[in-house]
């Protein structure tokens, strides 16, 4: 499956189907994902970029990033968010927002609409090799995951002052895989250890749900069969000072995850079928 595909008003429906083995089947993959490659973040790669003409080039690019995303995700998606209001609770504290992984592009979007400040989202080093894009996903707040000891102790230094001293969102897909216009929620493969960032740092966690439903009849004239959007804010959901850190972690992905579940149970229209083989 293609990331273009997705968006064909008029792929038949016996062809929107995909058959898996396990939730962390990847019905996208990239060349590199294909060769199954290591990929190593560039030689002196900056999380926080020192030079203040490249600072001051990341803001305008996310300001850019967040005027565009305003009309794809409200004219093209036709998406309509609930429950902003209580990130309210969170103000003047960083925090981190969980979303389910459904759409390769609107998940880059959706999440800078939905929360109240600059957000940084955690991605895949591949990520960066994308065409075009790849290399600007930092500016926008991409933060690529590190693979050497080095990067990954560069890489929680940097998250931990984005959400600590910065105040920011930090942005996770817990079930790590896109599954395109997926209508369920899949366990997350590395269970609370993605929560560790909010565990360490004391701070609020909120989970955000895409749900899909069906297009009006005069917006499937221009649309086709393609869904359209609602996206559902759900916390805060505050670690227990009485708990042990791993113990945090795993009660905030259980709620996280039992959140998702109640959201998901609002969708009214699934454009794609996944169906486990036996």
Same mark, same amino acid.
């Given at each position: 499956?293609?990331?273009?595909?997705?968006?064909?008003?008029?792929?038949?429906?016996?062809?929107?189907?995909?058959?898996?083995?396990?939730?962390?089947?990847?019905?996208?993959? @990239?060349?590199?994902?294909?060769? %199954?490659?290591?990929?190593?973040?560039?030689?002196?790669?900056?999380?926080?970029?020192?030079?203040?003409?490249?600072?001051?080039?990341?803001?305008?690019?996310?300001?850019?990033?967040?005027?565009?995303?305003?009309?794809?995700?409200?004219?093209?998606?036709?998406?309509?968010?609930?429950?902003?209001?209580?990130?309210?609770?969170?103000?003047?504290?960083?925090?981190?927002?969980?979303? /389910?992984? @459904?759409?390769?592009?609107?998940?880059?979007?959706?999440?800078?609409?939905?929360?109240?400040?600059? *957000?940084?989202? *955690?991605?895949?080093?591949? /990520?960066?090799?994308?065409?075009?894009?790849?290399?600007?996903?930092?500016? *926008?707040?991409?933060?690529?995951?590190?693979?050497?000891?080095?990067? %990954?102790?560069?890489?929680?230094?940097?998250?931990?002052?984005?959400?600590?001293?910065?105040?920011?969102?930090?942005?996770?897909?817990?079930?790590?895989?896109?599954?395109?216009?997926? @209508?369920?929620?899949?366990?997350?493969?590395?269970?609370?250890?993605?929560?560790?960032?909010?565990?360490?740092?004391?701070?609020?966690?909120?989970?955000?749900? @895409?749900?899909?439903?069906?297009?009006?009849?005069?917006?499937?004239?221009?649309?086709?069969?393609?869904?359209?959007?609602?996206?559902?804010?759900?916390?805060?959901?505050?670690?227990?000072?009485?708990?042990?850190?791993?113990?945090?972690?795993?009660?905030?992905?259980?709620?996280?995850?039992?959140?998702?579940?109640?959201?998901? %149970?609002?969708?009214?229209?699934?454009?794609?079928?996944?169906?486990?083989?036996?």
């Amino acid at each position: 499956m293609a990331k273009a595909e997705l968006f064909q008003k008029d792929i038949p429906k016996d062809e929107r189907v995909f058959y898996y083995t396990s939730e962390e089947d990847d019905p996208i993959k @990239t060349d590199e994902q294909e060769r %199954k490659e290591k990929i190593l973040l560039p030689d002196g790669y900056e999380y926080i970029p020192k030079n203040p003409l490249v600072r001051i080039y990341s803001r305008m690019m996310f300001g850019i990033f967040w005027v565009f995303g305003q009309w794809y995700e409200r004219h093209y998606w036709q998406a309509k968010f609930y429950g902003r209001e209580k990130l309210k609770k969170a103000k003047g504290s960083g925090y981190v927002m969980y979303c /389910n992984h @459904t759409n390769p592009f609107h998940d880059v979007f959706g999440p800078a609409l939905a929360a109240d400040k600059r *957000i940084y989202t *955690i991605i895949s080093p591949v /990520n960066l090799k994308i065409p075009g894009i790849g290399p600007l996903l930092p500016m *926008i707040g991409g933060v690529p995951l590190g693979v050497t000891r080095e990067e %990954k102790r560069a890489m929680n230094e940097a998250v931990d002052r984005r959400l600590v001293r910065q105040k920011k969102c930090l942005v996770i897909y817990p079930e790590a895989h896109v599954w395109p216009y997926a @209508t369920t929620i899949r366990k997350f493969p590395a269970g609370g250890k993605s929560f560790k960032y909010a565990v360490r740092n004391n701070l609020p966690v909120f989970s955000m749900t @895409t749900t899909y439903h069906k297009r009006s009849e005069k917006a499937r004239k221009k649309y086709g069969d393609l869904p359209r959007m609602d996206i559902y804010v759900d916390g805060p959901f505050y670690p227990d000072t009485s708990k042990s850190d791993e113990e945090n972690q795993e009660m905030l992905a259980e709620k996280v995850y039992e959140s998702m579940k109640k959201h998901a %149970k609002k969708n009214t229209y699934e454009y794609f079928k996944y169906i486990k083989k036996k």
